[in-house]
């Protein structure tokens, strides 16, 4: 079981937003702003996306956004493309230098 | 460009070992701390081992402690994962991964398949 909480499945039309909860234990969420998201296409490398709860890799388009808000971290994708379909993952530190996942959120473009 | 990659998995009999690794290039692995992170069949992500940049600090998953242990070899831009006692549950892709700067891991490998199985 996930330290942290994700909701299994989320889909949207292309060009609509969508938003993807993860809502952890007092300790891992609201103590920490080094929530970091991950997409996720099966066979493929996994991809940071989001780090320090709301911030951008180079190169990550910005209808990627990340946002908090008490124990629960969000992100927002929005006008929703197609490649946009994938698993989404959240994280944050965990004790020590550990590290705590969401049990991801399979994004469907419909 | 930044490059991970895994090697060492298969299918391997309950209780036996297996030492996975993953060849860096693109960047000075000496200075970068390094993750092992698994994902189960079906499954999501989960966070199993990470070593310093130095080797000073490791730290393991309460699932694989004990039984996995991890280390680098900088002169060959190496890192690896010696697993032992392996279980059923440890069957999984893993993925080798950078850590990054800001308490994220910010490049990934595509990562290598170990099936425990009898």
């Known amino acids: 079981q996930s330290a942290l909480t994700q909701p299994a499945s989320v889909s949207g039309s292309p060009g609509q937003s969508i938003t993807i909860s993860c809502t952890g234990p007092v300790s891992d969420i609201i103590n920490y702003n080094y929530v970091s998201w991950y997409q996720h296409h099966p066979g493929k490398a996994p991809k940071l996306i989001i780090y320090?709860?709301?911030n951008r890799p180079s190169g990550v388009p910005n209808r990627f956004s990340g946002s908090k808000s008490g124990n629960t971290a969000s992100l927002t994708i929005s006008g929703l493309q197609a490649e946009d379909e994938a698993d989404y993952y959240c994280s944050s530190k965990g004790s020590s230098i550990t590290r705590v996942f969401g049990g991801g959120t399979k994004v469907t473009v419909l | 460009q930044l490059q991970l990659a895994e090697s060492g998995g298969g299918v391997v009999q309950p209780g036996r070992s297996l030492r996975l690794s993953c060849v860096a290039s693109?960047?000075?692995?000496?200075?970068?701390?390094m993750h092992w992170v698994r994902q189960a069949p079906g499954k999501g992500l989960e966070w199993v081992s990470f070593?310093?940049?130095?080797?000073?600090?490791?730290f393991y998953s309460d699932s694989v402690k004990g039984r996995f242990t991890i280390s680098r070899d900088s002169s060959k831009n190496t890192l690896y994962l010696e697993m032992t006692s392996l279980r059923a549950e440890d069957t999984a892709m893993y993925f080798c991964a950078r850590d990054g700067p800001h308490w994220d891991i910010d490049w990934w490998g595509q990562g290598t398949l170990v099936t425990v199985s009898s």
């Open positions: 320090e709860v709301n």
């Open positions: 070593i310093s940049f130095d080797e000073s600090s490791k």
């Open positions: 693109g960047f000075i692995f000496s200075a970068s701390g």
